[in-house]
């Protein structure tokens, strides 16, 4: 099969792959553009680098890929940043044939090379914080990124074509285009991804940011997505991702099984468009997850509607709450809304899955059956206080 390997910049190709009919990640995240594996080949001089490589599946496209690029048995090092399967599986095949060739990863990372994909301990070679490999012509240098979302992670950075190679970090998962100016939307796909995998890490990812701050980064060329050749353009949303800061919006998340719960949350909704506040609106009969995520990026309250199921919360809305709690949004205000058959219990249950969080829950609404116009103006009431609150902050 001929093959795509472009050359990205002097001396640096492209030698990862597109999953394009991907749909979902760690069986929790949907792809609904499918995703990249973007593993890069460094040709220095005196010396021949493999940055990352790609998710099971794709070794002998990449061994085909490397192959017409450059004799693998010769291989001096393959750089692993970052050691989750996606990008790390392949590493294997590749070390098999370049026998010669060296694991250069962190300390953590070592040991998950070990354990998840039998390196053996001389072959692993361990860089710290600004740590340089010389390639002849081409100088790798590394950057402790850890948590980004593992504990191993890393950047590498190619000092002469002003590169950095930062793995998982300010990816994207979507299969369209090679460079980010051809992404229309990149940076909603960006923000999804975030919110799916890096907001938990927001301070780790602030961290990060100022490490790299006075570094001239002509190209980002993360492992998933398209490749920054306008690296600011990602960069300014990071800056605000990971500081969390948030816009005068809401995030309002439901299930509903006769339609009550769903009417006090469109009241709601109703409500607060009214008072100028921006909103996002979800029933979890049909969301999808990863736009979930990406709005509560910025979203500065949620709104979580749920009826009672058997004395608890409706199971939708349980994984909902749960996800908000592991995702580790900067919501900072939220109301709670329920209607029940014959016995309440969602509203309690949803207070407790809350508590871990920072957000202040303004009011809950629990009422039996269908809303009256007594609750809908106490919904208003309500919905008023929130966008105050919103606006104030
Ligand atoms: Fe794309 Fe954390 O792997």
Known sequence: MNYYTPEISDSIFWVGSKDWNRRMFDALIPLPDGTSYNSYLVKGSRGSALIDSVNPGFEDELIDKLGSL????????????????????AIKAVMDISTDAKLVT??????????????????????????????????????????????????????ENRILFSCDYFGAHTAAGFYDDEVEDL??????????????????????????????????????????RNPERILGMYYIWTAGKTQEKAILVYASMWGATEAMVKSMAETLMAEGIQISYFNLLNADIGDIARELVDSRAIVLGTPTVLG?????????????KILKPPLRYGVALSSYGWGGGAIRQLSEMLKPTKIEVLGAIEINGPASDEDFNNIELLGKQLAARIKSS
């Not at 991804?193 to 190209?219: R, S, T, V, W």
């Open 187 to 228: 940076i909603s796909v960006a923000k999804r991804y975030f919110g799916e995998i890096m907001m938990p890490f927001k301070a780790k990812g602030a961290q990060a940011l100022e490490k790299i701050k006075d570094m001239d980064i002509a190209i980002i060329a993360p492992s998933h997505g398209p490749i920054y």
């Open 70 to 89: 450059t004799d693998i048995k010769a291989l001096d090092f393959v750089i692993m940043n970052h050691a989750e399967p996606d990008h790390a599986t």
């Open 106 to 159: 962190t300390q953590k990372g070592a040991k998950m090379a070990q354990v998840f994909y039998k390196i053996p301990e001389q072959r692993l070679v361990i860089v710290k914080d600004g740590d340089t490999l010389e390639l002849g012509d081409r100088t790798l240098r590394f950057i402790e990124a850890p948590w980004l979302h593992w504990p191993e992670t890393m950047f590498t950075y190619v000092q």
């Open 312 to 324: 608890e919360m409706h199971p939708l809305a349980v994984y909902a709450a749960h996800l908000v």
